[in-house]
């Protein structure tokens, strides 16, 4: 059974102040691993999805890179409308057709201006 | 951009009625899928779609769900006879491509329709 556990739950940052949020996972065979941003009631909007260990991409203020345990986002100098809640995503290759996804429960981002 | 829409946005609904939830996917995506998220808690996979036929479906996705492609846009979500515990925001999803390498597979999701069972 594939598992993603996330870390931290919550962090507080101030604005202009990097960091990393923290994406552990254990699956069969990695498909894909994605990189979603949630705001309150609202649907998952999609930010990355990285492949295979050692891939790395950018988007703005946020850079995703992946090993073969875990996957890091990292926030440089963050803005408050960064703050949101950050999911991490695996999908499996499981021999079937469109698998799903297994989500952890997020990491809630919080910048402070 | 391209943009995955959910139809209601909030429907409240009380037990043992049936409820449909409707999505229009992306138009040139080929893959449908349907999540939940109870509140509080994580998203989950609830049944994947392609071709006409339920290709994957976790152990949530029971005999009170069902799903269909009634026409060429529509992808629909049926809970025949719903539960308080169905209470939830249920997402629908699209990709393009199911094959992963050089960029593919990007599922995006819908804004929600947030069911509420009383």
């Known amino acids: 059974e594939d598992q993603v556990t996330q870390s931290p739950e919550a962090l507080r940052l101030q604005e202009g102040e990097s960091s990393s949020l923290n994406c552990s996972y254990t699956?069969?065979?990695?498909?894909?691993l994605f990189w979603y941003r949630q705001d309150p009631g609202k649907g998952p909007e999609f930010l990355f999805t990285?492949?295979?260990a050692g891939e790395e991409k950018e988007k703005e203020r946020l850079k995703a890179t992946l090993t073969k345990k875990e996957s890091f986002l990292h926030i440089t100098a963050p803005k408050p409308e960064d703050s949101a809640t950050y999911l991490c995503?695996?999908?499996?290759?499981?021999?079937?057709?469109?698998?799903?996804?297994?989500f952890g429960k997020g990491t809630h981002l919080i910048i402070q201006p | 951009e391209p943009e995955v829409t959910q139809t209601p946005s909030h429907q409240v609904t009380q037990m043992g009625q049936e409820v449909i939830l409707r999505c229009v996917p992306i138009?040139?995506?080929?893959?449908f899928y349907w999540y939940r998220q109870i509140l509080g808690q994580k998203v989950e996979f609830l049944v994947s779609?392609?071709?006409?036929?339920?290709?994957?479906k976790s152990e949530i996705f029971d005999d009170q769900f069902s799903v269909e492609r009634p026409d060429g846009s529509n992808f629909t979500l049926k809970i025949r006879s719903t539960k308080l515990e169905d209470s939830a925001m249920y997402f629908c999803?699209?990709?393009?491509?199911?094959?992963?390498?050089?960029?593919?597979?990007?599922?995006?999701f819908g804004e929600g329709s947030w069911l509420t069972v009383v």
């Open positions: 990285l492949y295979s």
């Open positions: 779609f392609y071709n006409n036929e339920i290709s994957e």
């Open positions: 999803a699209s990709s393009e491509l199911l094959i992963l390498r050089a960029g593919g597979n990007t599922i995006y």
């Open positions: 995503a695996v999908q499996s290759w499981s021999g079937g057709g469109a698998d799903g996804l297994t």
């Open positions: 699956v069969s065979g990695l498909r894909g």
């Open positions: 138009s040139n995506h080929l893959y």
